[in-house]
């Protein structure tokens, strides 16, 4: 099971990013999947977007809401953070994780997300 961020860079204010979180050695699909952040000297923010299973509900915090939309290709074993508007305080590392379990419903902020993948960095600078 394993998880892989990819997508980040470097970009200027007002810019956008796409994040991709692929999945290898299971199948996403039915999975609440969350993206996190952690910025340079601070800890691990809680869940910053998450969408569950089946039924595609999402969540995404009052610091990116109308910003960052996640949605998820379960052909294509992806979910993906779409970042719009970007400002410096979005500068963080990236990290999108998986719960262990199947989950429908509109609390995917409340879930425990156990599998990890390795962070994206994503730098937003003039």
């Known amino acids: 099971v394993q998880l892989q961020a990819s997508g980040g860079g470097l970009v200027q204010p007002g810019g956008s990013l796409r994040l991709s979180c692929a999945a290898s050695?299971?199948?996403?699909?039915?999975?609440?999947i969350g993206w996190f952040r952690q910025a340079p000297g601070k800890e691990r923010e809680g869940v910053l977007s998450?969408?569950?299973?089946?039924?595609?509900?999402?969540y995404s915090a009052d610091s990116v809401k109308g910003r960052f939309t996640i949605s998820r290709d379960n052909a294509k074993n992806t979910v993906y953070l779409q970042m719009n508007s970007l400002k410096p305080e979005d500068t963080a590392v990236y990290y999108c994780?998986?719960?262990?379990?199947?989950?429908?419903?509109?609390?995917?902020?409340?879930?425990?997300?156990?599998?990890w993948g390795q962070g994206t960095q994503v730098t937003v600078s003039s």
């Open positions: 050695g299971f199948t996403l699909d039915g999975y609440a």
């Open positions: 994780a998986s719960t262990s379990f199947h989950y429908i419903g509109n609390y995917c902020y409340s879930l425990s997300y156990n599998s």
């Open positions: 998450c969408i569950s299973g089946s039924d595609g509900s999402t």
